[in-house]
């Protein structure tokens, strides 16, 4: 009876097996076949052996239409995220987990951006949206299976609609735009550390809002918690690009060809699949090619047959403003000259399984109130605009000379950001593009007393007259989420960490002539400018009599390494001083700040670069010694790596390419996830592998996509990224080019499909 039972099981989960196995892989597309859909003509895409699309069509329409089909086909899940958190809808699919970043993103405005987009947008873009959608609900309705991601969530998928892509285009606006944790971040440290914080970490005393006793430093932290779900920095269901990257341009009088060269990389957070989906559209001799976002129709990052171009996140355009209530009438605020009242919004945000959430949207004059307690309100750009939509992005990527690319770009209202450019001519430009505002007091660092005018804005500045550079005498133009001009307007005050910039300005000028391959090179550099810089002081710090003697032997080796301090995985001094900074964090600041407060600093980690490094260069002393600390956290350091003594850097710095339905079922990190992999670079490195300083040392982002180009005719162009083009883990694309890409090699990209191709037909 027991073996007929066992029998009868093992019979049954054979069977659940196999439907599983048969599931699992009948939503793996294949790159081959015929398929009848919408297209006004025949369309012909061919893949070359790492599934990238070459699709080529008689008509614009007929191509957007293909690309929302591939997308639809290969990356559905990213795009179903992406257009509900571009409209506010994530817990209307995913229930009670989802509400609080919903809350957040109507808050922010970003529900209200993607409206305006929609009303905004030229007849002619939404024209050929209209086609793109199209092309999304053709794969919809072709009977195909849906991505297992959807089975897993348990939802059907909607049909698109244009409103839709214009959610997609609002979202990424936003991510772009997210320093309002470090503003709040600031107040917070300074709440706790009193004046000692505005000599850390450059706060105007006078300005900060710190006096009234009632803001404390639990309801900063707690708020900045929250803020965060509505950033892809902080919640995998948002992983939108937000234009963190590289980018520079090298004209002909320093190549070898004599022709200018192009390089870019985008830097985002690394997870399956990947971000952005490589595509290359030929409609007769015009072409869009290069790294799309999958919703979107066009290319974020790429080129035509005339010119590249890539954007490299820049610009502060949204502030905070602590407001002050009249505590005897509600929707009541302090004004110059007394109170006013605040307008209101009521809206509903569905919730799976539970009734819709009831929101109140006050707007203040500052913005719309982001925080109840304390009452923070949030002041955002773009949302300052009321004419204009996505025609931008869709006029340069259709752009065919240099002042239609000027044209384009003097409507680009968000993202804020440098743009660099290159074409055929062998023109290099530069230029900040985005919607900014005119502060009145400030830097837009810190939160202000929403009370006095003096701290509003004073209007926006004018997009065309914001800084800008063409062929300039260096030859080389460069941007590394750093301000290129650092006068008047201002654009941020709020940066990135100038290594990557200084380490690119410094391989530009020092090896002449360049090439592809230098191009390359350069793309994967991996030394470590911030240890060239700060390491020689903190060694200073510690002096032999102060050291044990394996304490000295390690303190030699950081020495000899400064000679060539490149962060290599299979050495032990990236370790070591990446290990020391991280302990030096914990000493100055773990015990003063509390638990709370301190994980909220070490998640901002240019903040902290910004407060440590600026002090360790400073030639004259302050206030602030941090020379005890120097050594205790040395010597922690060096006992950790006596108590490993086969450790090196790549043996703690690792990337795990996780989906985001991973851990959802039993099992699932075996199907979904890929890794870990021993990776060079390091958060200040041109070849970017930044980790959070929560999580040391793991890899959390890096370049999703590398392109370099020579501008020639044609555009000669090589690729690489990590991850692969498939969405489905079931497929040998899911995975395919994550290896080349940690070793540095690239793809060359044909001129035009190859005759050998897998091929796929869309028919009328």
């Known amino acids: ?107 922010a405005g970003v529900p209200e951006l993607a409206q305006r987009l929609t009303d905004n947008t030229s007849r002619t873009l939404h024209h050929y949206i209209e086609h793109y959608t199209a092309g999304v609900n053709a794969w919809l309705t072709s009977g195909a299976n849906l991505p297992p991601e959807f089975v897993l969530a348990g939802f059907e998928v909607e049909p698109w609609a244009t409103e839709d892509v214009y959610a997609l285009g609002a979202l990424m606006a936003y991510q772009s735009a997210n320093n309002k944790s470090n503003e709040l971040l600031r107040l917070a440290l300074q709440k706790q550390l009193g004046d000692e914080a505005a000599s850390i970490f450059s706060i105007d005393r006078k300005l900060s809002p710190t006096d009234d006793d009632h803001l404390k430093t639990s309801h900063f932290t707690d708020r900045i918690e929250q803020i965060n779900l509505s950033y892809a920095v902080s919640n995998p269901r948002l992983r939108a690009p937000s234009s963190g990257s590289n980018s520079w341009a090298v004209s002909p009088q320093l190549t070898e060809s004599g022709k200018a060269l192009f390089a870019f990389d985008s830097h985002d957070a690394m997870d399956l699949p990947n971000l952005t989906y490589d595509i290359h559209m030929f409609v007769g001799e015009e072409q869009i090619r290069g790294a799309s976002v999958a919703g979107l129709l066009g290319v974020i990052n790429g080129y035509n047959e005339f010119m590249a171009w890539g954007f490299t996140n820049i610009g502060d355009s949204q502030d905070l403003f602590v407001e002050t209530r009249d505590i005897t009438r509600p929707g009541y605020f302090k004004d110059k000259n007394g109170w006013y009242r605040a307008p209101s919004q009521e809206l509903r945000i569905p919730v799976k399984g539970k009734e819709d959430y009831a929101l109140t949207l006050v707007i203040t004059k500052n913005g719309r109130l982001i925080s109840d307690e304390p009452a923070i309100s ?72 929403g009370s006095k005018p003096s701290h509003r804005w004073q209007g926006m500045l004018d997009m065309r007259q914001l800084p800008r550079l063409e062929n300039p005498q260096s030859g080389y133009v460069l941007a ?22 200084e380490r690119i300005t410094e391989y530009l000028a020092q090896n002449a002539p360049h090439s592809i391959a230098s191009m390359q090179t350069l793309q994967t550099d991996t030394k470590n400018l911030q240890a060239t810089q700060i390491l020689p002081r903190m060694l200073k710090a510690i002096p032999d009599d102060l050291l044990t003697e394996p304490e000295k032997q390690y303190r030699t080796a950081l020495v000899a390494w400064l000679d060539e301090p490149y962060d290599q995985a299979d050495r032990v001094e990236p370790l070591l001083f990446a290990m020391w ?71 703690l710095h690792q990337l795990t390419l996780n989906h985001a339905m991973s851990g959802a079922f039993p099992f699932s990190e075996v199907l979904l996830d890929r890794g870990p992999y021993r990776a060079d670079g390091g958060n200040t490195t041109v070849g970017r592998a930044r980790y959070s300083l929560r999580r040391p040392y793991a890899i959390s982002g890096g370049a999703t996509s590398r392109l370099v180009l020579e501008m020639s005719q044609p555009i000669q ?31 060359r990209i044909p001129d035009y499909p190859d005759s050998d191709m897998r091929t796929i037909q869309l028919l009328p």
Not at 54 to 79: C, K, P, S, T
Not at 480 to 501: I, M, Q
Not at 623 to 648: C, N
Not at 727 to 736: I, L
């Open 581 to 651: 900074y991280q302990n030096l964090i914990a000493e100055l600041f773990q015990k003063n700040l509390g638990e709370a407060l301190y994980n909220q600093l070490l998640g901002r980690t240019y903040l902290v670069n910004e407060a440590i490094d600026r002090h360790l260069l400073m030639t004259k002393s302050t206030q602030w010694d941090i020379h005890p600390a120097l050594v205790t956290s040395f010597k922690t350091s060096v006992a950790y790596l006596e108590r490993q003594p086969a450790m090196d850097w790549g043996g």
């Open 1 to 107: 009876m027991l073996a007929r039972i066992f029998l009868g099981s093992c019979v049954i989960l054979l069977f659940v097996a196999g439907g599983v196995y048969i599931w699992w892989h009948s939503a793996v597309p294949t790159y081959s076949g015929t398929f009848q859909t919408g297209v006004k003509h025949p369309v012909t895409i061919s893949f070359d052996d790492k599934a990238r699309p070459y699709v080529i069509a008689q008509n614009w329409e007929d191509a957007y239409f293909a690309q929302g089909w591939l997308h639809a086909r290969e990356r559905l899940w990213q795009m179903e995220m992406f257009r509900r958190a571009g409209k506010g809808r994530i817990a209307q699919v995913l229930g009670p987990s989802g509400l609080n970043t919903d809350i957040e993103l109507w808050r």
């Open 717 to 747: 162009a090589y690729m690489t990224a990590p991850g692969g083009q498939a969405g489905h883990p079931g497929s040998r694309h899911y995975n395919d080019q994550t290896q080349d890409w940690l070793d540095g090699n690239y793809d």
């Open 378 to 449: 949030a002041r955002w750009a773009p949302l300052e605009s009321h004419t204009q939509g996505l025609d931008a992005l869709y006029k340069l990527n259709r752009a065919t000379s240099y002042q239609e690319f000027m044209a384009a770009m003097d409507e680009f209202v968000a993202p804020s950001a440098n743009v660099t450019y290159a074409d055929i001519t062998g023109r290099i430009a530069q230029r900040t593009i985005g919607l900014l505002p005119r502060r009145g007091l400030g830097k837009g660092l810190v939160p202000l007393d």
């Open 480 to 501: 590394a989420n750093e301000p290129f001009h650092k006068g008047a307007p201002l654009v941020s005050a709020d940066n990135a960490t100038g290594y990557r910039a």
